[in-house]
């Protein structure tokens, strides 16, 4: 069982930033990725982006440029770097992990709220 826990959102204004940490309760070296996903207000769970066991990374279309996913594996943690906010990056922001016996977790969430 693994256990992920976010932190680190909270309300910006547009164009300011905001790192998410995801902390991972046991190593993640082995896992096949880690990433994050966002909930908005009424719509459902899309993919922010991916860090895969090797380091490659992937990024939806409308975060490339302005967001960087990173691993600490001494920590167990990925982080999510977010700049340049807009409002339509409000939403709740879901840490997700696949192992390798491609088992995926998900943690609790974090809200992020940009204001214009």
């Known amino acids: 069982q693994v256990q992920l826990m976010e932190s680190g959102g909270g309300s910006v204004q547009t164009g300011g930033s905001l790192r998410l940490s995801c902390a991972a309760s046991?190593?993640?070296?082995?896992?096949?990725?880690m990433g994050w996903y966002r909930q908005p207000p009424g719509n459902q769970r899309e993919l922010v982006a991916r860090?895969?066991?090797?380091?490659?990374?992937l990024y939806a279309d409308s975060v490339k440029g302005r967001f960087t996913i990173s691993k600490d594996l001494a920590k167990n943690t990925i982080y999510l770097q977010m700049n340049s906010l807009k409002p339509e990056d409000t939403a709740v922001y879901f840490c997700?992990?696949?192992?390798?016996?491609?088992?995926?977790?998900w943690g609790q969430g974090t809200q992020v709220t940009v204001s214009s």
């Open positions: 860090i895969f066991r090797w380091g490659s990374s």
């Open positions: 046991g190593s993640i070296f082995s896992f096949n990725y």
């Open positions: 997700t992990a696949e192992t390798p016996s491609n088992e995926a977790y």
